[in-house]
């Protein structure tokens, strides 16, 4: 997957030095990128987006601007952000059963209760692995065109 998920905003403010914050319209956001149903599986898809982006185009106030964020990135941050806590609950929930008789306990509230462990397992490594990707310069949307200037002379 070599495609860039692209998306047009508008610069709303400045941000820390060297950054802008850019409002783009959620529903409108990468209707051609194969990854477009990971975004909108949580039901966020009518939220706009806000976004700091380096500045590295000179983009001012109302300028509207294009964002870039390769797809390969969109589809292994939704695989980490779905199938993570998915296997944390299959596994444990194997595990508890398999182990119920040991414990003399029923293989329906273990399996239950191993589901939920798993889970929780599965959401926190979420977290932790989601922290590290999004420090990584491979997931961090780019700014790479001032497509019109808004309303400057």
């Known amino acids: 997957m070599s495609e860039n998920c692209q998306e047009t905003g508008i610069v709303t403010a400045h941000g820390k030095p060297g950054y802008v914050r850019v409002k783009i319209e ?72 398999s182990q119920a008789a040991a414990f003399g306990l029923t293989s329906d509230a273990t399996t239950a209760l191993g589901a939920g462990i798993g889970l929780a397992v599965g959401l926190l490594s979420t977290w932790l692995v989601s922290g590290k990707l999004s420090r990584s310069p491979r997931f961090i949307p780019k700014l790479v065109e001032v497509v019109s200037q808004g309303g400057r002379s």
């Open 26 to 97: 959620r529903a409108e956001a990468c209707h051609s990128c194969a990854a477009r149903g990971a975004c909108g599986a949580l039901g966020g898809q009518k939220a706009d987006l806000l976004l700091e982006v380096q500045n590295t185009v000179q983009a001012q106030i109302g300028d509207s601007v294009r964002i870039s964020l390769a797809e390969s990135s969109v589809v292994t941050a939704a695989a980490v952000l779905y199938v993570l806590p998915v296997l944390g609950l299959v596994a444990f929930a194997f595990a508890a059963r």
